[in-house]
């Protein structure tokens, strides 16, 4: 167990609708980072938050938005959902900023839009 | 553009023998080199790092072996165990501004230690 807990750990959505990917981070971890495995892909980099603040964004489209709370946790909204969004998205979370800090990750929420 | 590439999406090895799972890049910023292994239906676990200043971490049956000039890393288990078998990514981290870190993932490889 990494300490990082991801809800829901399944969702089957429709097509045109929006969702909103749950995580709360390790005790004491202040950096939350947000990926997408889709198939045949590795883990593709969306968007990172430290005690609250964006910090840095990757492959993140428009549709999907993301937020730290005060108490860490954060969120994901994936909006106007695609069938090519169907992917496992994975939290992940780490004690600092540092470079070499290791991130643990969640067990990740597995998106299917129908 | 996949700045960190993991060539070989399969690799089997025989139990008790040496694992080489290779590494690419090509951003000579990144700073930290890191692989993870992930088993199905769990999240990424942290296996080992080695910073870019050095060319080998070992832990255990665990080595990273970094080669700056070539931009190439590799991980070696011996000897390999049923157990090791997962899919391992490698990832580099890349300074993102204002004190923080990016951290990019390859494709990842899957291993298959054969008893």
């Known amino acids: 167990d990494s300490g990082v807990t991801q809800t829901p750990k399944h969702l089957i959505t429709a097509t045109g609708q929006r969702v909103t990917l749950r995580c709360s981070p390790r005790?004491?971890?202040?950096?939350v980072y947000w990926y997408q495995q889709s198939l045949d892909q590795g883990l593709q980099f969306l968007i990172q938050?430290?005690?609250?603040?964006?910090?840095a964004k990757g492959n993140i489209l428009e549709r999907f938005s993301a937020q730290q709370f005060p108490d860490l946790h954060s969120e994901l909204n994936l909006s106007s959902l695609e069938l090519g969004d169907s992917a496992l998205y994975f939290c992940?979370?780490?004690?600092?900023?540092?470079?070499?800090?290791?991130?643990?990750f969640g067990q990740g929420t597995r998106l299917t839009v129908v | 553009d996949q700045q960190v590439k993991q060539n070989s999406p399969s690799l089997s090895v025989q139990e008790g023998r040496i694992s080489i799972l290779n590494c690419d890049y090509t951003?000579?910023?990144?700073?930290?080199f890191l692989w993870y292994k992930k088993y199905p239906a769990e999240g990424p676990t942290f296996l080992i790092s080695?910073?870019?200043?050095?060319d080998k971490n070992e832990d255990g049956r665990f080595t990273v072996f970094l080669n700056k000039s070539a931009k190439h890393l590799s991980l070696h288990i011996v000897p390999s165990q049923p157990g090791d078998s997962a899919v391992y990514f490698c990832?580099?981290?890349?300074?993102?501004?204002?004190?923080?870190?990016?951290?990019?993932f390859g494709k990842g490889t899957k291993l298959s230690v054969i008893p």
């Open positions: 992940a979370s780490s004690v600092s900023k540092g470079s070499h800090t290791e991130a643990f």
């Open positions: 005790s004491g971890d202040l950096s």
């Open positions: 938050y430290y005690n609250g603040e964006e910090r």
């Open positions: 951003n000579s910023m990144f700073d930290y």
């Open positions: 080695i910073s870019s200043i050095k």
């Open positions: 990832a580099a981290t890349l300074y993102s501004g204002a004190g923080s870190y990016q951290l990019t």
